[in-house]
Nanobody, 123 residues
């Protein structure tokens, strides 16, 4: 089992950057594939991107368009979401998720979730 805690959200102007962190408890973090999702008010939860257990493979939603980068440090039990050139439409609660199975864009396939961190991008 793993517990996830996100941090790093906040208010930023359009064009700015933020780095979100997702700290995991447990000694088996390196065996989990991780993903980031986001949910804006009144919207469905949306896949942002994922990273394999080793960090050797990443995949992003089309809307990312090279602006976001997911990385992980298994020694620190942490996964990161670096977001650059933020747009107002990126405003949402961002959550990390973990699963032992293969990475997937389906939120219902992930077993463990953090509480989320708010990202607000002003125009």
């Amino acid at each position: 089992q793993v517990q996830l805690v996100e941090s790093g959200g906040g208010l930023v102007q359009a064009g700015g950057s933020l780095r979100l962190s997702c700290a995991a408890s447990g000694r088996t973090f390196s065996s989990y594939n991780m993903a980031w999702f986001r949910q804006a008010p009144g919207e469905e939860r949306e896949f942002v991107g994922d990273i394999s257990w080793s960090g050797g493979s990443t995949y992003y939603a089309d809307f990312v368009q090279g602006r976001f980068t997911i990385s992980r440090d298994n020694a620190k039990n942490t996964v990161y979401l670096q977001m650059n050139n933020l747009h107002p439409e990126d405003t949402a609660v961002y959550s990390c998720a973990a699963r032992r199975g293969p990475t997937t864009i389906r939120a219902d396939a992930y077993n463990y979730w953090g509480q989320g961190t708010q990202v607000t991008v002003s125009s």
